[in-house]
């Protein structure tokens, strides 16, 4: 089932640089691995911005919450999530 | 180029159900036709709400302005619409 | 999967009383048979609002979008719905 | 007597872990006693939030208080309190 | 036990004078009936608004509920409802 | 004259405990000091908040604001802060 | 003693011409009567916007609150109001 | 001087389409006439949105309050005005 | 021309008491080197909030853009900035 | 093609200044770069705030993206975006 997720994220400016800089590389990995899974479907960034928009194919919610609990940077987001479903006008059916 | 656009529709309750029933048939089929020109490239219904949450494939700002305010429910609709970009994590290239 | 629901009711103080008392028998025999079900698992008044605290059990977030949308009261609601899942610290499970 | 409580929980990044995991074991602890006093009656974690949806079942508005405010973790939260009663069209009384 | 309720009322200018006396007079009525009880404990106009803050003293949120519910006003009212208790500081019993 | 005064209070978690426990007795001591002399007529904890709903009865805006701005907590606090006067209902002179 | 009040008004674009100009006369003369009596010590038009800065000079949060909602416009307002008292740097004592 | 307004325009949907088309009709005229005479300095529509982001260049808060009242649409936007200057780091003054 | 300006203090309270004396000593100096040239026309402070009410009266957005950020206090302050006029009611110019 | 940023600068009053005066001095350079080659189109400094309105005229969302993130002091800043099209009413196409 797909989700919608939006990610605002808020590194503190004064943050250690090496610090940082883990962080992202260690965000990156999960998120490439869950990309190739096919779990991470989308991910767009918004410009202008340090955010997101994202859309998830999981089994359950609890696979969304295990999910986004354990990336590197959740402790810096803000999250906004929707569970999301096949809009009737659709004439496929990829976006189930 | 890509974009967000999330949109919220409230039909005044009171409408003529014949009137309703002709200006959605007519948004279907405009949706229907930009989603085979692979313009209105996702739409996936917010689940409990009579909203969804679009990716627009578009030429210009301009045309996505051209695009919505033809849109037959648009004078219904509450928009919010994002300029999207590909994210610098991502593998692939179909989200650019 | 569970969901949380909130609605909140506008009914135009307007309305025609006839009216008002058929979508409001509708909506309650609408709810009970969800209820008996075991759909539509619970729900609380909000004490002084018209508006009421609810958890849905489904199948998919497509099944609570079309059990929602087809509420005689769904043009009159203002909703927001959140996936649950279990909490990490729970010793039972019956709030999975 | 029932109330919701919606929990929003921000620990902040830098805290110390040993401290962190304490605080949350000591939180864990005095859950899982009230709720098997039946008083903590359901808790939901909010998928994907660092948040939970809970209901209180208790004796007054002072309880409540003084149990919500004993919390490990009330300094890190934002609450949002309501009480709630029978919903009217409810076949069962055990959401009274 | 106490609630805080503060009720901002809207009537449609519009409104035909006589159903608007009409419905204030049957408002006046049950609040006065209220107050003598000893149930609508406090009430306070706020200054520039037509609105009040109110105190109520209730046996249970059910009460509270259906007698907001009922106020000939209150399909004109948005309401904040909040329990209340005892100041921990307070050095009399009023307040309780 | 009546105001109606809303304080919600946020002490930093990492405060000192010895100065958070003299700012809290200077501010009891200076709450209860008003009380008794009639001033702070009310004060109501929110249950399950760190914020109280109180009525002061003053000699004018200058009054309450200086004694306002002198509490202890001053720093710590967000005001919401309301002229109150007669309900035109109200059938005692009390909330006057 | 003073008050800061800042009035919107929203007329219905359809309201007839005819009994919006008489509601707009009776205002001004309401307001002018104010005026010269020093009660309606100011008004400053916000540009652009069918709003208003005002501040008033009262005996009571009473004689403010009975001012204000007899104004012929009130049903059309949103109001803010808020109490003012005298800077502690300020070298005049007009603004008191 | 320079002010930076935005206006976003809400048509009943019910409205004769004679008088939008007047309405409509009536507002380019007046806008074109000023945007010749240098007043109207710059329009953007937001795209997607029925909306703009202007630049004018008047002389007064005044003249801006005037020219702003009379435009035919005024009655259906709802406006944001900000007073502008010359930016300290911009290289030319044509933005002052 | 006059602007209505609204400013809100939030020190730290951790700050140094020294450091704090010192700005707020020469923010009283500025101000009133302002308010005896007539230009920081008006100042209330709001009852219970360390909040004030301001009128400026300046030559052009320029010079109060240069007052403003040059306030000792500006670090620590949240401005609400709107240009005013004359209300076409007024019976008097001082409040052009 | 055109896009609004609107910028609001929050720097750390306790901000070293020389960490803060080398940040505003690289953010000058770059603005003016980015100025002299016609992408930083329009900038205004919003009277009385630490905030500015731009015009950007980019090739893509891309291009505006990695240009903002880019901006010295970003990771102080909070940015709203919107895509801009030509108004149809415009009679020149400056500000397509």
Known sequence: MLFYVEMKVKLPPEMDPD??????ADEKA???KLQKEGIWRHIWR???QY???????V???QQLN???M?????PYMTLDVRALC?????IWDDDR
């Open 19 to 24: 610090k940082a800089a883990q962080i992202k």
């Open 30 to 32: 999960m998120f490439q």
């Open 46 to 48: 918004v410009a202008g």
């Open 51 to 57: 955010a997101n928009v994202s859309i998830f194919d």
């Open 59 to 61: 089994q359950s919610p």
């Open 66 to 68: 295990d999910l986004l």
């Open 70 to 74: 354990q990336l590197p940077l959740f």
């Open 86 to 90: 096949r809009h009737p006008s659709s």
